[in-house]
């Protein structure tokens, strides 16, 4: 069966996150119902990231096996049409090799984070960033957020029901820049690394801005790692503002 690579772009506010659920709208349901309309059957699909409820994507990476010979610009276009009315846009589509993965071919995944802030409510950002109203120092944070780059026991800042077999994860990036935005200042945070823990990223960010606000100090974060305990964490901020960004693989087959 010819096996296809999918990058998909969407917008997580209608979907309980991306995994296929029984009874409630996902973003692999809608994929996979799009694929059933254009070869009648089963459809599953394996993704480069199980993204949570709300949680939106840049370039979410999925694989999928079909039984005619695709031309990929023309099975785009398909899906695209099927996808509608559903936030969900195939971006790019690629052939690739029967022993290709989306999830275990996966080099590095790379998430991006908008934090705004400002005193107004967020008009076209709104469900698209987390809004804070206090002033946050980007210093302050960068700092913090130096204390997590590298391989650590990260068990404070994971969730307390993540599967994964081991907390200890190798962080690759955590920039933070500070840009304009209408009325206020956005944030963001741009984190790199093979792979994640359920609810890491949000966990990072949400003490970070603790950090940022002053609530915390940047060496904090560090006594915070260190003591490897989930209630030493932060804030676990809301999934609003986090994006899957892109996917790295030992050659990029979109291109």
Known sequence: MPRFALKIEYNGAPFAGWQRQADLPSVQ?????ALARLEPGQHSIAAAG???????ALGQVAHCDLARH???????????????PDPVAVVACAAVPDDWHARFSALARH???RVVVRR????HDDGLAWRVMQPLSLSAMQEGAAQLIGQHDFTTFRASGCQAKSPVKTLDR????ELDY???REFRFHLSARSFLHNQVRSFVGTLERVGAGAWAPEDVGTALAARDRAACGPVCPPHGLYLRAVDYPSDPFA
Do not use: Q
């Not at 199980?50 to 939106?56: A, E, M, W």
């Not at 107004?120 to 008009?123: D, G, S």
């Open 174 to 177: 955590l920039e933070i820049e």
């Open 70 to 84: 695709w031309d990929p610009f023309r099975l785009s276009e398909a899906l695209n049409y099927h996808l509608k």
């Open 29 to 33: 349901g809608a994929v996979e119902a």
């Open 120 to 123: 107004a409510p967020l008009t």
């Open 182 to 184: 209408p009325g206020g």
């Open 111 to 113: 998430y991006l984070f």
């Open 50 to 56: 199980r993204t949570d409820t709300g949680v939106h």
